[in-house]
Each structure stands twice: as C-alpha cells, then as structure tokens.
C-alpha cells in the first residue's frame, strides 16, 4: 500500500459490509472512494467528480447502505434512498451494485430498479411495502408516483448518478417533477464523470453547504486516446482494417444514430466482420440479452448510440471506437471512458473526416485535451476538402437519442422555485 492510501477496513463501514468487500476482493478504496464514503456517512450533502471506473457507485451505496437499511419508514410504499439515472441499462447496473455490496446487511436491504421498456404492473407489485433503495429512470419514475406504487415524501437521500445528463435540458422536466415531491431536508449527492461549467452551477443550486470532490485529472492515464483523419467514403473501411489487423475479439463501436448503427452494422458484415446493433428501438430485453452476450465475449462488435455511453460498465474492454462524435463533449468523455476503467488499460480511437475536424476541435477545447491528428497508412485522409464532404458540413448532426421535440423550461429558473435554501 503506498503511501497516503488506506485499506477499506479502516472506513467506519459496519462489519457486515466490510466482510462483503473482503469478497468481492476489495482491499483499497480508490481515491473517490476514500474521500466520498466518510462526507456521505457523516449526512452532508456532496459534489463529486471522478473519471469513468473510477469506483463512484460504490462512493456513494456502501454508505448509503450503511446509513439507511432498516430504518423506512413503515405502513406505506416509502423509499428511503432514490437514486435517479439516466439510462435504463444503469439503472439495473447500479440496483445490482447495492445488491451486492449489501448481501451481508440484516435486514436484507430491499433494492429495485424501475425503468420504462419492461411492464410497470410488475414494477408495481415489487413496490409494495416501499424499499429501501430506488434506482430510477425518471419517466418511470413519475408514472409510478401518477399510481400510487410509491410515496417519495419521506426521502432520507436523494443521488443523480451521472449528474451532468441528469442536469441537461433533456431531462428538466421529469426532474423538476420528481424535486417536488422531496422533502427538502435530506441528504443530496451528485455524482458524474464530467462536470461542465454551466452544469456546476446548476448542481451547486441543488446542494445546501455541499463538500466537493474533483479527481478527473488526479490519476495516472490507463486509456491511450488516438485520432486517426480519413476520407469519409473510406471510414468504414479503416475501422474494418484496424479491427481486422488488431484481432479485437470486443470492442465498443458509437454511431450517432440508430439508422447509422444499422448502416454500419450491414456494411461491417460486408467486410466480413459480425456485429450487433444497441439502440433505443431495440426491446429491453433485447437489449438486456445483448449486454451480457457482450459482456461475455459472445459479440465481437457492438455497435451502439449514446445510451451505451453512461450504461456499460465492463471490465477490461480493451477498445472503444468513435465512429461518428457525439454531439456534446461530455459524451465523448462518456464514450471513451467504457474502456480503460478501474485501473486497467484501454484504447480509445476516434475516426474523423473534413467535416468532422471543426466539432472536434470544439471536444478537445471542451475537454481541455489536444489530440495528434494520425494518418492510417493506406487510408491517408486529402489534404484539400473533397466537394463531397463541402456538401454534408451543410447538414445538422444527428441529435442524440432521448432528445424530444417539446420546448422545455430552463433547469436554473425551476430550481430556484423548488430549491429555496434549507433552514
């Protein structure tokens, strides 16, 4: 142990949680978890940034399990945890983390996971008697508060995983919704990878006298990020070639568009290469079943939209590949951060053509990086723009999967309605 680290065991966790971590092979916390799990013992509210698998779900459910198992409020569907996210893959992902991390606890913690995709009648009947952690997507969410499956009026604590969507414009309505039915005392815990400016301000409206944590750029790098210029007609192509030439037997492929996904998955096969398409017109139990085939090694290629980005948590996946950026910065950071997590190496290559150099610039900038542009031998991008890339720069990007059409209010106006200063 080097110095400045410390073993779980000297975290005031109960014994029945540290005996847990000693079988899951926890031995020391990462250092988001040595500064988060004390703040949340101690009931402040907290801020905290962190790198992609960088242990951030359990910073904040092993003390959450410790505080508040077995201590619901009774005679009602009451929740003592809410935990909001924005992918129903994370939802799962998360509910099967305090699961884990809980098995020991007596009382057996009751821990659900509801999200839209699957039947809300089932949801319904597992919500009898309350729980005592909810992971929710927020939309389910209120269609369950709209029939009575649950009460959330006696909230001891309230976290948004991955804070920074949880605070975009695209969810502002249902959260908005959901604030107002919680109590104002409690405790409030936002976590994420990427923290933007505009959105620190946002969070911090939310928090009352709120400690904060920013460990992005404190760890050594485990993920190499590689920029490759190519001709667009020859981008699937390079990608063929680097998967061929690599033998990659799993990597993470990101279109910007379920109709990209479905192109590209068609025209891989042409290359000879098998791959399976994640997007939101996908069942949920498709969707499911494709995870762990992926997961498990079964599907070489995934090619997947931006809600992979915030929902795959797989260890050592050895490389994700951005085929098409994202439209926001921060989900690129989401993006590359599937790979290389929890210490172990990863690689993270993004293909761009003339249209795609402006936008990127603007992630770098963002993200405050610089990249080295490299040229593919063989699919050497030209120097001069090809008419044909003149005529697609043109052309909107494709927005991101979830983003309706319905004009929304701005979070910061309906937070300072709900989010008066505590007492």
Known sequence: MT?????????PLKPELQSRLSELGYRQPTPVQQQAIPLVLAGGDLLAGANTGSGKTAAFALPLLHNLVGKRASGGNFVSALVLVPTRELAQQVADSFVSYGAALKPKPKVLAVYGGVSVNIQMLALRGG?????ATPGRLLDLVSSNAVKLNKIQALVLDEADRMLSLGFTEELNQVLSLLPKQKQTLLFSATFPEEVQALARGLLHQASEIMLQNDDEPTLIQRVFTVNHERKTALLAELIKVNDWQQVLVFASAKNSCNRLAQKL??????AEVFHSDKAQ??????????????????????IAARGIDIDKLPVVINYELPRSPADYMHRIGRSGRAGASGEAITLICHEDYHHFKIIEKKN????????????????QVPESALARMDKPMAKPEGTGKKKRKKLPEINQQLWSKKS
């Open 3 to 11: 110095s400045g680290q410390m073993a779980f065991d000297q975290l």
């Open 131 to 135: 729980a005592d952690i909810l992971v």
């Open 269 to 274: 096969a042409k290359q000879g290469i098998t």
């Open 368 to 383: 405050k990086f610089r990249l080295t542009r490299e040229q593919y031998p063989g699919f050497e991008a030209d120097e």
């Open 285 to 306: 139990g498709a969707r499911n079943r494709l995870l762990t085939a992926f997961k498990n090694g079964e599907i070489r290629v995934l090619v997947a939209t931006d």
